[in-house]
C-alpha cells in the first residue's frame, strides 16, 4: 500500500492488485505488528504534513465520534 499526499492536504491509498486481491477475498486487511506500525508512521506523517497544507476553514473543523468519512 502506498500513501499519495497532495499539496490540498489530500491523500490517495493506493493498494497493489495482491492487496484488493485480498481485500476482496477476505473483507478486510490483516498487518502484523510490524506492519502495523509502519501504517501508523505513516499515518502521523501525513497527519503532520497536512496540517501544514490545509487551508484555514479545515484545519477549524472539529472532528465526533460520528462524523462520517467519505471515501472517492
Known sequence: MIFKQYEDGSCDIEFSKKERFKLFLKGKLH?????????GNNLVK??????LKFNEEIKNKQTNTDTKIKGE
Open 46 to 51: 501525513i497527519v503532520m504534513d497536512w496540517q
Open 31 to 39: 498487518l502484523s505488528d510490524e506492519n502495523l506500525r509502519h501504517f
